[in-house]
């Protein structure tokens, strides 16, 4: 039998078929269940500040209980929600985690019967790679759903200046606005996981990575419903492989830990003569490999506490201190924090 041939109309049908049988699925795929708005909608609000837009906050209880970032919170001018659902309502300062830039706020009493809306909190955390969806009230824009993914597996730290502080996060692969810090992540199934916090930019321009305060921490101030009480060193660091070669060169050969950048004021490392320049690493006997893990061993010590750091100094010169931790004052404006020293 001789091959049959296609005429050139059905060769190009074909052609098309097997282009298309290999392209991508549409945009819409693997995108957010249709009802996941609404039910976000629902259940957040806008945070006003003594009046002007701050941030975004959400219920994670039918009784009135809102959580929302740290940092929009600072100070004591009141608080009030605002959402289409609920309208204009005061919120009361309960309790507040700048280590994790979380702040836990109250509603009045609902109406008898009538339950306010409200979000769970996930169970557990998803696997990195996850998809999640972030909801917020972005300035001059509001209730946006927007996209993102998991981008690491545990935590890692984050400074915020609004805080003073560094945050303890988890980070997303997805794009965020000024506004939406506060608002919740969600998985598809509409479980939060994180609440958002902060991203990263460059040359003012935001770069789709944003930070998201953690979900275990989330949890632990709905059930608690207090300040924790967090131990703190008052100062900026770099972890040392983080640094340009002129400041590695001051070091021995194989150095790291955590390099001093700015002491804040009344900084417990100030009280203990540790200058910007300084690199600290051991802590409590453990060596540093990086600012995050000066962080952890801070994070876990009580604020009153002494611990024991080797430093060394500008001079190239190894010692050992004893630090007496400070603490993390929940709803404080950072003004007493402001760097105390220039860096060297």
Known sequence: MKNARL???????????????????????GGAPPALHATLDAACGVLLCDGQQQ?????????GWVL???????GSAPLTWDSPSLGLLPLERV?????HDIALLRLPAPAAGKPYPCLPIAAADPAAGTAVF??????????????????????SFEYLPDLGA?????????????????????????????IQSGGISAHGAMQDIC????????????????SPDTADLGAVTDSLYETNPEERQRFPAGAAGALVRRLHEGSALAAAGITPGSLIEKAGGIALGDRDSLLRVVRAAKPGSNLILIVRGPDG?????????????????????????AEK
């Open 95 to 99: 309790a507040a985690d700048p280590a």
């Open 317 to 341: 010169q190894a010692r050992e201190c004893t630090v007496k931790l400070g603490r993390l004052y929940p709803f404080a404006r950072p003004a007493h924090r402001a760097p105390a020293r």
């Open 68 to 74: 929302t970032a740290a940092h929009a919170t600072m």
């Open 134 to 155: 972030g909801f917020g009230n972005p300035m001059l824009r509001r209730r946006l759903l927007v996209a993102g993914m998991l981008a690491e597996a545990g935590t």
């Open 7 to 29: 005429s050139p109309a059905v060769a190009l049908c074909a052609l098309l078929f097997a282009l298309a049988s290999c392209a991508s699925p549409p945009a819409t795929s």
């Open 211 to 226: 930070w998201a305060a953690p979900r275990a921490d989330m949890a632990r101030m709905a059930t608690g419903r207090r």
């Open 166 to 194: 560094f945050a303890e996060c988890r980070h997303i692969a997805g794009g965020t606005i000024p506004g939406m810090s506060g608002g919740p992540w969600v998985t598809a199934q509409g479980d939060v996981v994180g």
């Open 55 to 63: 941030a975004t906050c959400f219920l994670v209880s039918a009784d």
